[in-house]
């Protein structure tokens, strides 16, 4: 699909002017040296500023071919290895396309979000890679108006507008979770990220659920525990599973991070994983392999990923020609951490 142009323009400069009932000279200096105004005309500009939607385009204006070749990126965080492997190759792709990267990151705040993409289209942005579809629809209604083509990544769902290069989240998760059930887990436990506001999250629980329903299980009898991601979060949400009745035989974790931190809590608890409790992960990158043991998880490809992302959303930027969503493939990789129930 073609990005989808508004037939309203972008508010200007003069808009906020008016808006807030002062010179364009005073909407630059508060834009550009907020020091320099009073604190009750800052607040007035800037009311006006998020109220209209206003970026100013420095990138644009500076260019007169209104091309910058520069991409922006909203991550959810830069704390851990969930996003580098994929953004690594997106970055990489897009350098032999002519185009630089960059990257901000959300720390899983929809507020924090919607700054950052403002300020990468203030930057003059040609396009933006995003992650999963879940965002105020202000922050849609923003980049809508601009026709500035946006890319989702790390998730694929075709009901969903947006043009995208994912994988099936929750379908994955379904199939690790069935594999789980083959071995006669009956006692299930889910640690993840907050759900709110993560379309990949509430898709990866979603995967659970649907593969017990399918056994006739009852997914009210699942206990999930949302947390930050983290190993030591991991480890806490580990560890308060625990001590519930029935007791978990396999905890089924949103990602690695979490699911390394389940691992680690339950050797300093003394339990033998997997022979008294199995733990799952999901994404595959790095750490997953070096732990002790090593985590049963879905393998995210996350370098295809990056790839393709920076090659489509490079061809919405240059040319008008539809363009259509792209899913990839992800897959259970088999490793110690996930054997049967215990007798």
């Known amino acids: 699909m073609t990005p989808i142009t508004d037939p309203h323009p972008a ?15 005073t909407v630059s200096r508060c834009l550009n040296t907020p020091d320099k105004v009073s604190e009750l005309t800052r607040l007035r500009v800037m009311e006006a500023v998020s109220r209209l ?63 950052q993409i403002r300020s990468l289209v203030a930057r003059g942005a040609d396009g933006i890679m995003l992650i999963g579809h879940d965002r105020a629809p202000q922050v849609t209604e923003f980049l809508y108006q601009r026709g500035l083509p946006v890319l989702v990544t790390w998730a694929y769902d075709p009901a969903q507008s947006a043009v995208s290069v994912g994988f099936d989240n929750r379908g994955a998760m379904r ?59 991991g480890g806490d949400a580990f560890e308060a599973l ?39 992960g999901f ?14 998880t879905v393998h995210v490809p996350h370098r295809a990923m990056g790839a393709a992302a920076a090659r489509l959303l490079t061809r919405m930027i240059e040319t008008d020609a539809p363009v259509t969503s792209e899913e990839l493939q992800a897959h259970v990789t088999w490793r110690e951490s996930l054997g049967g129930p215990p007798e």
């Open 53 to 115: 939607g206003y970026a100013p385009n420095f990138g644009a204006r500076a260019m007169a071919s209104r091309r910058t070749r520069t991409i922006g990126s909203v991550i959810p965080t830069m704390e851990n290895a969930i996003f580098a492997r994929g953004l690594q190759a997106f970055q990489e792709e897009l350098r032999t396309l002519g185009y630089q990267l960059l990257v901000a990151s959300s720390s899983y705040r929809q507020e924090v979000e919607a700054e």
């Open 175 to 233: 199939v690790l979770a069935e594999k789980t059930l083959d071995l006669g887990h009956r006692e299930i436990a889910v640690i993840t990220a907050p759900l709110a506001d993560n379309d990949r999250a509430r898709a990866r629980v979603g995967g659970i659920r649907d593969a017990m329903t399918a056994r006739g299980l009852s997914v009210a009898r699942l206990p999930v525990i949302e947390t930050d991601y983290g190993i030591e979060t």
């Open 283 to 296: 994404d595959d990158i790095d750490i997953a392999s070096v732990v002790d043991p090593a985590l049963t």
């Open 11 to 25: 508010p200007t400069l003069e808009d906020v002017a008016r808006a807030a009932q002062v010179s364009t000279a």
């Open 242 to 280: 625990m001590q519930t009745h029935p007791r978990p035989t396999v905890v089924m974790c949103g990602n690695d991070v979490l699911a390394v931190g389940a691992v680690k809590r339950a050797r300093a608890l003394g339990l033998s994983v997997p022979g008294e409790v199995s733990i799952t």
